[in-house]
């Protein structure tokens, strides 16, 4: 156990549907980061937050948002959902260190979602 | 641009046999490279990573890897698999801006034949 959690484990919903996912981090870190993993397109980063604000974004759809609040759970909304958005989404956290890239990225178990 | 290639989306080994799976990478600022393994349903779990104090690195299960400079690979090992090493191999390198993002290749699953 990581000590991430991610909630709901699954998801099934309707193509132009919202939905939003839930992290809790580790407790003690200040950064969340978003992945998604697809079959095509493999585990991408899509979005970090740290203490609250966005640190940087990878490939993430506009149609996508999150925020990370002032407790560090962090949401991801999903608008508009394609059949193409179906995935595992996964949520990692990290604590700084230093200035180096070094830091662990703990990941949680995930949320998979299925848009029909 | 980081990137980071495994070369073999699948690799089956024997019980007892060495595992071996390739992680070259490309980054022009020294690298911080990742191993992490994804079991059946579950997440990311850190098997080992490089940070420049030591070009092999140990990690959890058995597993280790070697960075090499020359090669810009860190390919990963085992001296003897285990049937419960089957599971999906992600190598990663953080991508060294103020993200620290994982760049992630595209996997290696690995079977382990009794």
């Known amino acids: 156990d990581s000590g991430v959690t991610q909630t709901p484990k699954h998801l099934i919903t309707a193509t132009g549907q919202r939905v939003t996912l839930r992290c809790s981090p580790r407790s003690g870190d200040l950064s969340v980061y978003w992945y998604q993993q697809s079959l095509d397109q493999g585990l991408q980063f899509l979005i970090q937050?740290?203490?609250?604000?966005?640190?940087a974004k990878g490939n993430i759809l506009e149609r996508f948002s999150a925020q990370q609040f002032p407790d560090l759970h962090s949401e991801l909304n999903l608008s508009s959902l394609e059949l193409g958005d179906s995935a595992l989404y996964f949520c990692?956290?990290?604590?700084?260190?230093?200035?180096?890239?070094?830091?662990?990225?703990?990941f949680g178990p995930g949320t998979r979602l299925l848009v029909l | 641009a980081q990137s980071v290639t495994q070369l073999g989306s699948h690799v089956s080994v024997s019980e007892g046999a060495l595992v071996l799976l390739r992680c070259n990478y490309s980054s022009s600022v020294p690298p911080y490279l990742f191993w992490y393994v994804q079991y059946p349903n579950k997440g990311l779990q850190l098997l080992l990573k490089?940070?420049?104090?030591?070009?092999l690195v140990k990690g959890i299960n058995g597993f280790e890897a070697e960075f090499k400079k020359s090669e810009t690979s860190f390919h990963l090992t085992k001296p003897s698999a285990h049937m419960s090493d089957a599971a999906e191999y992600f190598c990663a390198v953080s991508q060294g801006d103020s993200s620290y993002k994982l760049i992630f290749g595209s996997g290696t699953r690995l079977l382990v034949r009794p």
């Open positions: 937050y740290y203490n609250g604000e966005e640190r």
């Open positions: 490089y940070t420049s104090a030591a070009t």
């Open positions: 990692a956290s990290s604590v700084p260190q230093g200035t180096s890239g070094q830091e662990t990225q703990y």
